[in-house]
C-alpha cells in the first residue's frame, strides 16, 4: 500500500509539473504570435523597464509584458524588489512608442517531498498574487509610453 501510495504522489507531481509546462509553452505561444514573424532590422528599441508594487510592496516573480501599439512585445521578470528590465526577441529593450502593460504573478513552488503536494497546495498554484484584471492587457488599465533617449523606468503600482 506504501509503495502504491508513493506511486500516486509520484504521478500527481509529474502532472503538476506537466500542467505547469504546458501552461508555459501556450503563454510563450501566444507572446510569439504576438512578436510576428522577425525580419529586417525590426523597430526602434530604447532601455525601459521599472518597478512592479502591490499594496506598497515589491512583487517578486511577476512577468510583465509591455504590448506597444506598434511592433513586438517585450518582456521581463521581477526581481525581488520588484524591478524589471523589457527585452524584444532577446535584445534589451522595448518597441518606442505608447501601449498596454499586462503583468501575472503566481506563487512559485519548490517541494522539497511529495508529503508537500495536497491537494490545498495545488489549488494555490493557480491563484494570483494580484488582482487577475492586470493579466489582460486589454484590462489591466496599464498604459505607457516608450521613449527614444529617455529613462523609461517606469513605477507600476497595482490596486485591488
Known amino acids: 500500500m506504501d509503495k502504491l501510495y508513493r506511486s500516486s504522489n509520484t504521478n500527481m507531481i509529474q502532472l503538476v509539473n506537466r500542467l505547469s509546462l504546458l501552461a508555459c509553452v501556450i503563454a510563450l505561444s501566444g507572446f510569439i504570435a504576438l512578436c510576428g514573424c522577425g525580419g529586417g532590422d525590426g523597430p526602434e528599441l530604447a532601455d525601459a523597464g521599472g518597478v512592479v508594487t502591490y499594496h506598497g510592496k515589491p512583487i517578486e516573480g511577476a512577468n510583465v509584458v509591455f504590448i506597444p501599439d506598434s511592433g513586438p512585445a517585450a518582456y521581463g521578470t521581477t526581481n525581488a524588489e520588484g524591478r ?23 506563487p512559485a513552488y519548490q517541494f522539497k517531498s511529495e508529503a508537500e503536494l495536497t491537494s490545498a497546495t495545488i489549488k494555490k498554484m493557480g491563484q494570483s498574487l494580484i488582482p487577475t484584471k492586470y493579466g489582460r492587457a486589454e484590462t489591466s488599465g496599464l498604459t505607457v509610453t516608450v521613449e527614444s533617449g529617455e529613462e523609461n523606468d517606469f513605477t507600476l503600482a497595482l490596486k485591488d
Open 84 to 106: 524589471f528590465v523589457w527585452t524584444t526577441r532577446e535584445d534589451r529593450g522595448a518597441a518606442v512608442g505608447p501601449g498596454k502593460v499586462a503583468i501575472t504573478a503566481v
